[in-house]
């Protein structure tokens, strides 16, 4: 039994509006066979940084082929270029903004096209303001229904793909130096260190001048205190138990984290 193809959300649409609904409406008249899946609608409007987490973080939880459509497109209507990517286990359908350039980062591209073949838009003089309902939505429709990806457009350089600026983590000899990469609805800090760094070591974090322990949960300091430790995607995080780290240190994405491991003496 042949299982119906599939198909991802991620936008900063939210919910109150019927952006999303009418983009499944669009998808469904191209292939009401086509599975879709919510990943979230509330990225924070126009942050790019938390789409590209959130789509990388997701990314490896679906089936081969999966296509995965994400929208948030501050500059949407401007030269910015609207483009599907192949990877080795399935497809991304985004704006060239750096929103995919997670996804980048962890898994093999085999070719890049720009959208620029409207007959498979919905009609050929898209809206100025709503790409996703009439080029993005459509293609990602299109290419979970069999179409190949350079039927939708030029093939483009994928080392021309934007990446987004945000500070990589780099080894140095007591530790890593890394960033907040993400914030989550509980305010955890997640920075951009892998857990790797702390297997079987004893550990703290550095931010904005604070020093803070390193532990295994969120319960490993008592009801109030801060913690890092590394959380269910792999990466280490901030944490307060039972509070907003985010709100009671004052920290936004991209500040710098130092990972300083313990020698023992």
């Not at 085999?110 to 009609?123: D, G, H, P, S």
């Not at 979970?144 to 945000?166: H, K, P, R, W, Y």
């Not at 920290?251 to 984290?257: K, P, R, S, Y």
Request: hydrophobic share 45%; net charge negative; aromatic share 8%.
């Amino acid at each position: 039994m042949t299982s119906p193809p599939l198909l991802t959300l991620l936008s900063d649409f939210g919910l109150t509006d019927i952006y999303v609904g009418v983009m499944k409406g669009v998808i469904a008249q191209i292939n009401p066979e086509i599975k879709v899946i919510d990943l979230t609608h509330q990225i924070p409007p126009q942050n790019i940084a938390a789409a590209r987490f959130c789509l990388m973080s997701a990314y490896s939880y679906f089936l081969d082929k999966t296509v995965h459509l994400a929208v948030v497109d501050p500059g949407v209507g401007s030269v910015r270029r609207a483009i599907a990517v192949e990877f080795a286990r399935g497809f991304v359908v985004a704006p060239d903004n750096g929103l995919i350039s997670g996804v980048l980062s962890q898994s093999q591209v085999i070719r890049a096209v720009e959208l620029t073949n409207w007959q498979y838009w919905r009609l050929p003089n898209p809206s100025h303001t709503f790409h996703g309902r009439d080029i993005f939505a459509p293609c990602a429709a299109h290419l979970a229904s069999g179409v190949q990806i350079t039927d939708l457009g030029s093939e483009i350089d994928i080392d021309s793909l934007i990446d987004l600026n945000f500070p990589k983590c780099c080894h140095i000899t007591t530790g890593a130096i890394g960033c907040v990469q993400y914030i989550d609805i509980f305010g955890n800090l997640i920075t951009n260190i892998p857990g790797s760094y702390v297997k079987g070591e004893t550990w703290h974090i550095i931010i904005a001048g604070l020093k803070i322990k390193g532990g295994k949960t969120y319960t490993s300091v008592p009801v109030g205190d801060t913690v890092a430790l590394v959380g269910s995607e792999g990466w280490v995080e901030i944490a307060i138990n039972r509070g907003n780290a985010q709100e009671q240190l004052d920290l936004q994405l991209a500040e710098t984290v130092e990972l300083k491991l313990e020698i023992e003496k």
